[in-house]
Every structure is written in C-alpha cells, then in structure tokens.
C-alpha cells in the first residue's frame, strides 16, 4: 500500500549522497520534469517521489534504494524504466501497458483520456475541467452554477464524471441536468496523478496549453470563484 504525503521540492539530489545525482538529473532534464515533487512513502522502505513533466500526460518517477536508484517515465500506454546501479550504470528498460484497465480499449467513447485533455486545452486558450461525482452531491448540486460562473468570464468549461463510478450502476435521475458528454469517466493519467479523484468537485484551469493554478478543490461560492477564476484571465 503506497500513501501519499505532499512534499514540494525544487530540486533533486540522491537519497544516498552525491554520488550519482548528475546521472539522475541528466534523466529528468531530459524528460523535463518541473521538480514539483510529491513524495510517496511505501512499506518497503523505499523513498518514492513523483513529479509532472512539461509534457501533459507524462510524469516521472524517482524511487531510492540502498541497491541503487531507479528512474521511472509514466505515460498512459508505456513505462520507461531506468535502473541507476551504485556504479552510477544506467540501464534502460521499456515496458507496455495501459494505466487503467483493458475496459478503456474497448470503451473509448465511455472515457475521457489524456489525449481528450491535450485536444481541449489546444483547441480552447482558457479552460476549466470540472471533475465530478454522484457520490459527492455538492458536485451535483453545485455543477450548473460553476459551469455558468465560469463560461460567463470567457471560460471553456468541461467536466468529468471520476474514475471509479459507473453510471450505468447509478441513479441517473439525480444527476439528469448533467449531460452525457460530461459524463464520462476520467481515463486521464494527468489528472489522476493529481488526485483529481481524490475528492469532488476538484477544477483544473488552463491558459495557453499549460496549467495555470494548482487544482481548486471542493465547492466554492459565486464571489469566491470569480476570484479564483479571474486570476487567470
């Protein structure tokens, strides 16, 4: 069982001294890492760090080990793993899989993907994703109001039913104001490893193909929003 504890830190050096620390910050200068850690605490021991890259959909990995260190690049459908040994030797292994499941493949049009993210925050200049749940009423309740708020200050707004629910097990009439495009279920590794799931409603603002703001979590008033949201404008 991982936990996730948030730590922001600006820069990496190795758990076990200087040693290999160039080898490894060659690794993230090359996959772009903003350095903008969240350390992960595992039972094993284990030091696990993890950080967005400037890639949407690309994060990088970095666990400590009294064996050497390893170096992990996570993107939806692959992972590149480099084991940096105590000799400071790099060795590069490239794995296939899919982040959620094989339901994703066959049901694409149910999900929202990583791609589906790239594709809004290039085609619109400022955007909000709204992610939500049936289990998390206020981010029913509350979703026609935020929606409104934040188109009326120019922005493009979209949102996202969480991972884990199935609308199909759901009662849908609780939830019937919310159309079917902004009913499918987040497939997306970027807002995941965000934790976008984590609790709803959790928003994303974009401008110019980046994000803007760290997500705005839980449900906020009109005045309050407008706030936040102009911010960006």
């Known amino acids: 069982m991982i936990m996730q504890l948030l730590m922001v830190v600006t820069f990496f050096a190795h758990a076990s001294g200087?040693?290999?620390?160039?080898e490894i910050n060659k690794l993230l200068q090359k996959h772009q890492s903003?350095?903008?850690?969240?350390?992960?605490?595992?039972?094993?021991?284990?030091?696990v760090k993890r950080s967005p890259t400037s890639n949407i959909g690309e994060w990088v990995q970095?666990?400590?080990?009294k064996s050497g260190d390893k170096v992990s690049i996570i993107k939806?459908?692959?992972m590149t793993d480099y084991t940096v040994d105590t000799s400071c030797m790099v060795k590069k292994e490239v794995s296939s899989h899919h982040f959620l499941n094989a339901k994703f493949e066959k049901n694409k049009k149910d999900f929202f993907s990583d791609q589906d993210l790239k594709l809004k925050m290039k085609k619109n200049k400022l955007g909000l994703i709204y992610v939500w749940s049936p289990k998390f009423i206020y981010?029913?309740?509350e979703f026609s109001a935020i929606k409104k708020t934040a188109e009326s200050l120019g922005y493009s707004f979209h949102a996202?039913?969480?991972a884990d629910d199935n609308p199909e097990k759901l009662n849908s009439s609780s939830f019937s104001h919310i159309s079917k495009d902004f009913r499918r279920r987040n497939a997306s590794l970027e807002?995941?490893?965000q934790k976008s799931d984590l609790h709803s409603p959790t928003m994303f603002i974009y401008k110019n193909n980046k994000w803007s703001a760290k997500p705005l979590v839980g449900v906020f008033t009109k005045k309050a929003l407008e706030q936040e949201l102009k911010k960006y404008l």
Do not use: F, H, Y
């Not at 970095?62 to 080990?65: G, V």
């Open 191 to 193: 807002l995941l490893l």
């Open 160 to 162: 996202v039913m969480a």
């Open 76 to 78: 939806p459908d692959s």
């Open 18 to 22: 200087e040693k290999c620390s160039n």
């Open 139 to 141: 981010s029913v309740k």
């Open 62 to 65: 970095i666990i400590n080990r």
């Open 34 to 47: 903003k350095g903008e850690w969240t350390q992960l605490s595992s039972t094993d021991g284990d030091i």
